[in-house]
């Protein structure tokens, strides 16, 4: 999930990258349904990992924030650079985003989220650049903004935004 994005940007054709796509989109439906199995009673989501019998610890994992970080990616970042705006995870998995929203409740995690700055790392890069795409950073998505509480913080200026 974390490297596919990468491959699917490097294809030499549409035909190739379409499929990639299809079979991305895929892969994040089995996520849906592996969180949902792993959800406590009255919860729509748990976590990647189920929780062991032995333990009364059940948390999120590394892997859970890893695939966090991607699905805030796909939305932010991927889904229009990569060519993957078919789907995003706000509007087409609800699962997905439920899982999201259970992670930015983690204290401080949210605040480590700075979706200008993302954006600009695949919106400024040099291939992008170089390529006569401009120098610009998309202004945060406002249905994004809004489903993940960062309203207040749609138009923030990003660090990079001058560059």
């Known amino acids: 999930i974390t490297q596919k994005p990468y491959q699917i940007f490097f294809t030499k ?17 089995k996520l849906q349904t592996r969180i949902q199995e792993h959800a406590p009673y009255g919860e729509m989501v748990g976590w990647l990992l189920a929780p ?6 059940y948390g999120p994992s590394f892997a859970d924030i890893m695939l966090w970080i991607t699905l805030v990616r ?3 970042g991927y889904q229009w650079r990569f060519g993957m705006g078919k789907c995003s995870v706000r509007e087409d998995f609800p ?12 204290e401080g995690l949210k605040e480590s989220v700075l979706p200008r700055d993302i954006m ?3 919106f400024m890069s040099r291939i992008w650049t170089d390529q006569g795409n401009g120098r610009n ?3 945060l998505p406002n249905h994004w903004a809004v489903k993940n509480g960062f309203e207040n913080r749609a138009s923030d200026a990003s660090p990079f935004a001058s560059l």
């Open 52 to 57: 062991e019998e032995s333990s009364s610890f």
């Open 74 to 76: 796909i939305d932010l």
């Open 95 to 106: 699962l997905l985003q439920t899982f999201c929203d259970k992670l930015m409740q983690i």
């Open 137 to 139: 950073v998309p202004l």
């Open 120 to 122: 600009a790392g695949y």
């Open 13 to 29: 054709n549409g035909k190739e990258h379409d499929a990639l796509v299809e079979d991305y989109y895929q892969e994040l439906n």
